[in-house]
């Protein structure tokens, strides 16, 4: 087994550990699009799926820069992941960071547009970013 796999497993295993003696989180009536998509699993994008999950949660409890350092993390583990840069465009648009908001986008369309509801997803926040045309 490769350093990285051990060290992604460690990772999953110590937040796994984490999660449990934080106790149960209370039920969440979430408008966040789950982490689901198309690509093949591998434990770099279970490993990104689950900074993903956190910064979610974080996202929800209000917790904007650790939401952020999560979804960075996840783009940071697997690049290929573009649920991670739907995140980062979403939350740099709700936190008024503009500048930083279309290149997040053009990723995540780049790696999530053959996706339906994906598809779906960016272009609403895509047309909740740009005014309407005259």
């Not at 952020?68 to 979403?90: H, K, L, R, T």
Request: charged content about 25%; proline content about 7%; some cysteine.
């Amino acid at each position: 087994m490769s350093l990285i796999k051990i060290s992604l497993l460690f990772f999953l295993g110590l937040l796994l550990v984490v999660g449990c003696a934080t106790g149960p989180r209370r039920p969440r009536g979430s408008r966040l699009p789950p982490v689901v998509s198309a690509s093949p699993r591998s434990p770099e994008r279970e490993a990104s799926n689950v900074y993903i999950e956190t910064g979610k949660n974080f996202l929800e409890d209000g917790h904007y820069s650790r939401a952020i350092d999560s979804f960075q993390e996840a783009i940071n583990v697997d690049p290929s992941n573009g649920v991670g840069f739907y995140y980062m465009a979403w939350i740099k648009y709700k936190m008024g960071e503009y500048d930083q908001v279309e290149n997040y986008l053009s990723r995540a369309e780049d790696l999530l547009g053959g996706d339906k509801a994906w598809k779906d997803r960016l272009e609403e926040l895509r047309s909740e970013i740009s005014p309407p045309s005259l």
